[in-house]
């Protein structure tokens, strides 16, 4: 009976759900720890975490009181008006990260938009021009709307929709040349990921992240870092760029900023910040409501009292190690790469089989383009668990490739 429960639900939304997604068939029923449930109560140890979003995993106290707590308080009031916990998360994200000013979002995505947006205003105020371009990264990944759409570099994501928003051209990651064979006097903005997610978990070099600095001041165009994945202790720091002290112009973040409750943000220096979006330029009906600051709020509170970010430190080369000893063992692993909790193994071949034989041994992963396991699992991850994912995934490697 409980299998055709999981059968059930699966069938009426894949009758009733757009098919934008080719789901695994589990139905998650609740999470505990690093740990999950499927409605027939089997336990999956979770190294995919949302898509990094739960920093410190299910069924937080702490967590779940605070968003309770702001529940039975007001969810909603609209930007027409302030509110406490949106005040008090814009002040405490403006510490963490170093930056000035903060534009509530609901979502990574959204970000990436308000982010553009501010990158073209201030050209145009410098300038008056309508005809900007953005320079991106090949194999990025900033979201699927219109916006962030145009500055991911996939074109195979790209080509069904046609002419994107604004002109964007594509330089390679780690190589300042490609990124100056674009420039020129209509160039707004370079947008990155210290460490590219979707892309294949490549970390940008520090080198590289310097000379994107010098050329942005040089020229006076904005230097836009997305941490939606990378940021928020992942990488071992705050944020990833806060490791070489290379400040951006405009940053994003989104996923662990809510660990769960669905929130995100741009942020800018006092700069851009006055040289940029003014009332009526851009906005939002439900971004930095009282419950998803609450969350922000709880999510901050967590991450000091609980030293995420030390345990970051603490057990990534511990993982590191692990994935080494995988690549070390199996000819068809042919790199390991990525940095703290965000890392890969790259495959000589589909990942899929791997990750459902995996999956059916009580382990989630995700992807990372056909080939690449991805492992980003919640922030408080401890070295038993490592040591208990990767023996389910030597079994599993081993199994599938044998």
């Known amino acids: 009976m409980a299998q055709d429960k999981m059968k059930a639900i ?34 999956y140890l979770d190294f995919m975490a949302g898509i990094a979003v739960f920093a410190f995993g299910y069924k937080h106290k702490k967590f779940n009181d605070a968003v309770k707590a702001q529940l039975d308080k ?6 027409y008006f302030y509110n406490e916990p949106s005040a008090r998360a814009a002040h405490r994200i403006k510490e963490i990260s170093g930056m000035d000013r903060v534009f509530f979002t609901n979502s990574g995505a ?10 073209i205003k201030y050209a145009y105020l410098k300038d008056g021009r309508t005809d900007h371009q953005i320079i991106a990264m090949e194999h ?13 570099g996939n074109a195979h994501y790209r080509e069904p929709f046609g002419a994107m928003p604004c002109e964007v051209q594509f330089a390679d990651i ?10 020129n006097d209509r160039t707004a ?5 210290p460490v590219q997610g979707e892309g294949g978990l490549i970390p940008a070099e520090e080198s590289f992240l310097r000379d994107l600095r010098a050329i942005c001041d040089e020229k006076d165009i904005l230097l836009i870092f997305d941490e939606i994945q990378c940021g928020m202790g992942r990488t071992g720091s705050m944020f990833a760029w806060q490791k070489f002290g290379i400040k951006p112009d405009i940053m994003t973040t989104a996923k662990a900023l809510g660990c769960g409750i669905p929130v995100g943000a741009f942020l800018m220096t006092e ?28 999510v901050l509170d967590i991450y000091e009292e609980d ?15 692990k994935l080494e000893a995988l690549a070390a063992k199996y000819s068809c692993i042919t790199e390991r790469r990525g940095r703290g909790l965000m890392q890969g193994l790259v495959f000589d071949r589909p990942v899929g089989p791997i990750i459902l034989e995996a999956m059916d041994n009580g382990l989630i992963l995700i992807n990372a383009g056909a080939q690449i396991i991805r492992f980003v699992p919640p922030l408080n991850i401890s070295r038993d668990q490592i040591d208990e994912m990767a023996a389910i995934l030597d079994a599993a490697i081993s199994k599938v490739t044998a």
């Open 307 to 321: 030293h995420i970010v030390d345990n970051v430190n603490a057990v990534a080369p511990y993982l590191t190690e």
């Open 74 to 79: 007001i969810v909603h009031t609209s930007n």
């Open 174 to 183: 780690n190589d300042t040349d490609s990124v100056k064979a674009l420039l």
């Open 10 to 43: 699966i069938d009426q939304a894949e009758q009733d759900l757009l098919h934008t997604y080719n789901r695994y068939q589990i139905v998650l029923d609740r999470g505990e720890g690093s740990y999950l449930y499927d409605v027939n109560g089997k336990k």
């Open 140 to 152: 990025s990944f900033h979201g699927r709307t219109y916006g962030a759409l145009s500055v991911t």
């Open 189 to 193: 903005a370079i947008i990155v990921e």
């Open 110 to 119: 959204e970000a990436v938009e308000g982010a553009l947006k501010a990158a």
């Open 271 to 298: 700069k851009v910040g006055t040289h940029s979006l003014v009332a009526g330029d851009h906005g939002t009906t439900y971004g930095g409501n009282p419950l998803a600051a609450a969350a922000i709020n709880a």
